[in-house]
């Protein structure tokens, strides 16, 4: 039997390569996150870029957000019993209008086999009017579509990177979320999300998680156990986080993050940002 999810949750996510909303935290709990996340800004306001790969490295707050108990027993509900963090994003939004993310398929990037499943964990309302995650159903079924590498846009991602191809947005879904509630999905669906027309910004931490038999040829990349045992050994280990990035968590962040960007940011025209602190910029080659 779930542990969180029911049966036709199961099968949606089978079917649709998604599930939302889904509970897997009190509001207060999300609320917490929240506030930790605001003085994280307020004490590294230059340091906020690091955020974008591998923050539950640097935060013990982000380390104890990835284990919340129903985070994990949704997450297991997918992917069983034994569980790696692979990776975890900040996505915050401003309510300016403007920020967006184009259509993307993150297969495209990542090479770790065979499922990523992204649990997108709200810190705040995300409504369609604030800009929410939206999907293709059935998508992660098709293939990987052609991607093509954007400058100088709103857009959040890391590339600025879009699908060079037609989509149908009238199948889109919106992921539609409270502050405490996730969408889980597939990482091979195609999703986007539009700007944030609201009143609030729109927070949203993407974790990334992995069964513990999940692999990549190369490079040997780390990741987290936060449930179960890993049997396998096919990642490193993350050093968990003792303090607020210290300098070694720092140091150790920077070593996991850049063997992560040399996949990620493989054949790409600009550096990786987390590491470079630059997130938008005009085409090398002037386009």
Same mark, same amino acid.
């Not at 184009?102 to 495209?108: R, Y």
């Given at each position: 039997?779930?542990?969180?999810?029911?049966?036709? +949750?199961? +099968?949606?996510?089978?079917?649709?390569?998604?599930?939302?909303?889904?509970?897997?935290?009190?509001?207060?709990?999300?609320?917490?996150?929240?506030?930790?996340?605001?003085?994280?800004?307020?004490?590294?306001?230059?340091?906020?870029?690091?955020?974008?790969?591998?923050?539950?490295?640097?935060?013990?707050?982000?380390?104890?957000?990835?284990?919340?108990?129903?985070?994990? *027993?949704?997450?297991?509900?997918?992917?069983?019993?034994?569980?790696?963090?692979?990776?975890?994003?900040?996505?915050?939004?401003?309510? *300016?209008?403007?920020?967006? !993310?184009?259509?993307?398929?993150?297969?495209?990037?990542?090479?770790?086999?065979?499922?990523?499943?992204?649990?997108?964990?709200?810190?705040?309302?995300?409504?369609?009017? #604030?800009?929410?995650?939206?999907?293709?159903?059935?998508?992660? #079924?098709?293939?990987?579509?052609?991607?093509?590498?954007?400058?100088?846009?709103?857009?959040?991602?890391?590339?600025?990177?879009?699908?060079?191809?037609?989509?149908?947005?009238?199948?889109?879904? /919106?992921?539609?979320?409270?502050?405490?509630?996730?969408?889980?999905? #597939?990482?091979?669906?195609?999703?986007?999300?539009?700007?944030?027309?609201?009143? /609030?910004?729109?927070?949203?931490?993407?974790?990334?998680?992995?069964?513990?038999?999940?692999?990549?040829?190369?490079?040997?990349?780390?990741?987290?156990?936060?449930?179960?045992?890993?049997?396998?050994?096919?990642? *490193?280990?993350?050093?968990?986080? +003792?303090?607020?990035?210290?300098?070694?968590?720092?140091?150790?962040?920077?070593?996991?993050?850049?063997? +992560? !960007?040399?996949?990620?940011?493989?054949?790409?025209?600009?550096?990786?940002?987390?590491?470079?602190?630059?997130?938008?910029?005009?085409?090398?080659?002037?386009?």
């Amino acid at each position: 039997m779930p542990l969180s999810l029911t049966p036709a +949750q199961v +099968q949606s996510f089978t079917r649709d390569g998604f599930v939302a909303p889904v509970r897997v935290m009190p509001a207060e709990r999300a609320a917490h996150y929240r506030r930790a996340l605001e003085s994280f800004e307020a004490n590294h306001p230059n340091d906020r870029i690091k955020l974008d790969q591998k923050a539950h490295m640097i935060c013990p707050w982000i380390d104890e957000m990835i284990r919340e108990p129903g985070l994990l *027993d949704a997450t297991e509900d997918l992917l069983g019993p034994d569980l790696l963090c692979w990776g975890t994003s900040l996505r915050a939004k401003a309510a *300016d209008g403007k920020t967006f !993310a184009g259509w993307h398929q993150d297969t495209a990037y990542a090479d770790v086999k065979p499922i990523v499943l992204i649990v997108a964990v709200a810190l705040s309302p995300c409504r369609a009017v #604030n800009g929410c995650i939206r999907g293709i159903p059935g998508s992660h #079924n098709g293939p990987l579509l052609p991607h093509k590498e954007a400058f100088g846009t709103s857009s959040l991602l890391s590339r600025e990177q879009y699908i060079d191809a037609p989509i149908d947005e009238a199948a889109a879904v /919106d992921f539609e979320l409270d502050a405490g509630e996730a969408a889980l999905f #597939n990482n091979a669906i195609c999703h986007s999300s539009n700007p944030n027309t609201g009143d /609030d910004r729109r927070i949203v931490f993407l974790v990334e998680m992995i069964p513990t038999y999940a692999y990549q040829h190369e490079p040997r990349e780390s990741a987290t156990l936060v449930r179960g045992t890993d049997s396998y050994g096919n990642f *490193d280990v993350d050093p968990q986080p +003792q303090a607020e990035l210290g300098a070694a968590e720092a140091a150790a962040w920077k070593r996991a993050v850049a063997i +992560q !960007a040399s996949v990620l940011f493989r054949g790409a025209e600009r550096p990786p940002r987390a590491l470079s602190g630059i997130t938008s910029g005009a085409s090398p080659t002037g386009d």
